[in-house]
């Protein structure tokens, strides 16, 4: 036995080297899991089962068997319940770790790690790859002023269908070179600017999305959105629908067919800072240049957003309403609706307050990719664009 663990109204009992396969030669992220035994017991009494199974096998004057019997329903340590109740599992096939699927992988069909990054980051298996994956350092520019977008690929599973239309982006949008914070090329969005969208890009349920991005500006206003300018994210002011004002330290979103206020919350730390406007400098612990955020919503409606440090930030839970007066749009804080994506920069075609800065990654996972993976990914990104 290698360890044992408590569950609800019962004990998990984990066996070494009781697999049908002795010698594995597995991919990487394979792994089989240990053979498991378990026994039910009262609840409540959980740790007292486990201390008896401990005692028994350190003890010298133990019985020679442990018995849990759930034919004859009888066991030799008390804790177990009179109806004993005993399920055992043996794995015959490996788990991938990250998906947590059994694997059922040949060794022609191998696919080395490196498949599965984008942009030099690890997305671990291919369908957890990005649909859209903007990295400043894809774009091209004008070789004389105004030195303005000319294209901009897509590096995500979506291909040509998500490539940046130039000739539709508004505004001079430029290179940023040796941007402050970045370690990267970034795509500099000035005063009334926005990018477009080759296609609609539209989501339903649960994503995944993550920016990352360097500004001194103090505040942000929408970074995405749709034409008709109802999805809307990261940051969207909730103190009346008619201005929707840029917002320091606030994270907000809306989806497709919402008219109402965003679901918005302020950050449990701060960010945006504006740092000669609040007068941080880069004496200071909490000066930052380097911004990233991943944002996930869930199968069941919930959004989280997460920090550079992979630290939960935002949660912004779905509404207490029945769907059908969630689907009218006009619950305001409703975290429901399709994701859709046309503009990067702003949203609804707003080019007084949409996003002032320079974007260094920008990126859409057609799924929920959980809350560990949302933190890692947080972490990479992070990693990867600080100066």
């Not at 955020?293 to 939960?312: E, L, S, T």
Request: contains cysteine; hydrophobic residues 35%.
């Amino acid at each position: 036995m290698s360890y044992i663990t408590a569950i609800q109204g019962g004990v998990v009992l984990y066996f070494n080297n009781a697999t049908p396969y002795e010698d594995n030669s597995l991919t990487d992220g394979e792994s089989f899991e240990k053979t498991t035994v378990t026994v039910n017991c009262e609840e409540g009494k959980e740790v007292d089962l486990i201390e008896s199974i401990m005692n028994f096998l350190g003890s010298d004057n133990s019985p020679n068997i442990m018995r849990f019997d759930s034919v004859d329903q009888n066991s030799n340590l008390k804790e177990v319940k009179a109806s004993v109740g005993v399920g055992a599992t043996v794995k015959s096939h490996p788990i991938n770790r990250v998906s947590k699927k059994v694997s059922f992988q040949s060794d022609n069909s191998f696919t080395a790690a490196t498949g599965n990054v984008v942009n030099d980051v690890d997305f671990f298996i291919a369908e957890d790859k990005p649909v859209l994956d903007l990295e400043g350092e894809n774009a091209t520019f004008d070789a004389s002023s105004p030195f303005d977008i000319t294209a901009w690929a897509n590096s995500g599973t979506g291909v040509a269908n998500y490539d940046i239309d130039a000739a539709s982006c508004v505004g001079t949008i430029t290179k940023g070179s040796s941007v402050s914070g970045l370690s990267k090329d970034a795509v500099n969005f000035g005063v009334d600017t926005y990018c477009v969208l080759s296609n609609t890009l539209t989501v339903k349920d649960d994503y995944t999305l993550y920016v990352v991005y360097a500004s001194t500006a103090g505040s942000q206003g929408p970074m995405y959105g749709s034409t008709s300018g109802e999805t809307t994210g990261l940051t969207k002011n909730d103190d009346e629908l008619a201005k929707q004002s840029p917002t320091s330290g606030l994270i907000g979103v809306r989806h497709e067919g919402r008219a109402s206020l965003p679901a918005s919350s302020r950050t449990r730390d701060y960010f945006f800072p504006a740092n000669v406007i609040n007068g941080y400098d880069s004496s200071d612990p909490d000066f930052q240049e380097c911004y990233v955020f991943v944002i996930r919503r869930d199968k069941n409606g919930n959004i989280f957003a997460y920090n550079h440090k992979g630290d939960v930030i935002v949660e912004l839970y779905k509404p207490d309403v029945d769907q059908k007066i969630l689907s009218l749009g006009t619950t305001a804080g409703d975290t429901t609706g399709n994701l859709v994506i046309d503009q990067i920069g702003s949203s609804g075609s707003n080019i007084t307050t949409g996003f002032k800065g320079s974007m260094a990654r920008f990126g859409v996972v057609e799924k929920d990719l959980g809350d560990e993976r949302c933190r890692n990914l947080a972490e990479q990104l992070f990693n990867l664009y600080e100066s």
